[in-house]
T-cell receptor, first 113, second 117 residues
């Protein structure tokens, strides 16, 4: 059974650009969550999607957005990149109910220069 | 206030010995779940063990066990017979069921475990 796949693994962008990260969940999982990990702030929740609907959103500016497709794949977009957006972005998939755990991908390491 | 507190930034243990990683949490939600994840230097978060707030017994998964003390709001991870491959960052996380916190994990700052040969 394939795990959670995040692409790309590494990305270097320039300040002011935008970026799109992709996450393919485990087959059958309908929930996808995104987290940002930085040395200073640790792991912070960005948002969660279930069946194409955003169910929860963290405290991030509107430059951070996401969506989920009908096949449960999810994308996260960051517009007008800032240096502080440099981080490891982790995606987690789940069956979606409260009783289920989360399986994480290997992450996308974004560097903004 | 921090919801998940991991007071040990770093821990050292000798190979084959047991180690306990501390985690305390803060919630007023009667229904919640507690998770432990391992993050090696590669970055992937690996699920280790889960404890539900209503579970009567402490969770165990192979060499991992969770010492759940509900009244003290602590959920310490115990790793028995440490191996060199256990060297990694360990995160405690909580999912609350109500109060708009559904479907998200709140993480602690982590503990960096180093296993010495």
């Amino acid at each position: 059974k394939a795990g959670v796949t995040q692409t790309p693994r590494y990305l270097i962008k320039t300040r002011g650009q935008q970026v799109t990260l992709s996450c393919s969940p485990i087959s059958g999982h309908r929930s996808v969550s995104w987290y940002q990990q930085t040395p200073g702030q640790g792991l912070q929740f960005l948002f969660e999607y279930f069946s194409e609907t955003q169910r929860n959103k963290g405290n991030f500016p509107g430059r951070f957005s996401g969506r989920q497709f009908s096949n449960s794949r999810s994308e996260m977009n960051v517009s007008t990149l800032e240096l502080g957006d440099s981080a490891l972005y982790l995606c987690a998939s789940s069956l979606g109910g409260q009783e289920y755990g989360y399986t994480f991908g290997s992450g996308t390491r974004l560097t903004v220069v | 206030a921090q919801k998940i507190t991991q007071t040990q930034p770093g821990m050292f243990v000798q190979e084959k010995e047991a180690v306990t990683l501390d985690c305390t949490y803060d919630t007023s939600d009667p229904s919640y779940g507690l998770f432990w994840y391992k993050q090696p230097s590669s970055g992937e978060m690996i699920f280790l063990i889960y404890q539900g707030s209503y579970d009567q017994q402490n969770a165990t998964e192979g060499r991992y066990s969770l010492n759940f003390q509900k009244a003290r709001k602590s959920a310490n991870l115990v790793i028995s017979a440490s191996q060199l491959g256990d060297s990694a960052m360990y995160f405690c996380a909580m999912r609350e069921v109500s109060g708009g916190s559904n479907y998200k994990l709140t993480f602690g700052k982590g503990t960096l475990l180093t296993v010495n040969p």
